[in-house]
């Protein structure tokens, strides 16, 4: 599922179907939360979904997901960036990439996951300055 949200449009919600793959990797998701950030964090940490999983694509290859930690006690926020360390792992293993969102970092990866490609705003007819929607859970 993915929402849309273009300045000069409605909300549009979009459903880009339910395949076998986005099945599996529906089920990656779930075992990644239970197993990695369940135990981990004393508060679990908002969500932000984006990459294929979220978009019209048939066979998605990954999700990309964001923690936004910034509003977290000390700890978890460690936890947060120690889990971005090991990265690849959740990657090779729940076929989920892993990025925090903390004030003070010099990456925000939560506007790296809205911002468009400037040939993909040329091919949809938006302006290059146009923001993606993402899927937060909270």
């Not at 964090?41 to 990309?64: C, E, H, Q």
């Not at 990657?91 to 989920?96: A, K, N, S």
């Amino acid at each position: 599922m993915a929402f849309t949200n273009a300045p000069s449009r409605r909300l549009r919600w979009t459903w880009p179907g339910r395949t076998d793959e986005r099945r599996r990797l529906t089920a990656q998701l779930r075992e990644f939360i239970s197993v990695e950030l369940t135990p981990r964090f004393t508060l679990m940490p908002p969500l932000v979904l984006d990459g294929s999983y979220v978009s019209r694509k048939a066979n998605p290859s990954n999700i990309n997901l964001v923690m936004e930690l910034s509003d977290l006690p000390d700890t978890d926020q460690w936890e947060g960036q120690m889990l971005f360390q090991r990265r690849a792992e959740p990657l090779g293993c729940y076929r989920v990439d892993v990025m925090p969102s903390l004030k003070g970092l010099q990456q925000d990866f939560v506007d790296l996951l809205q911002t468009l490609r400037p040939q993909t705003a040329f091919e949809k007819g938006l302006h290059h300055e146009h923001r993606k929607g993402v899927l937060r859970l909270i």
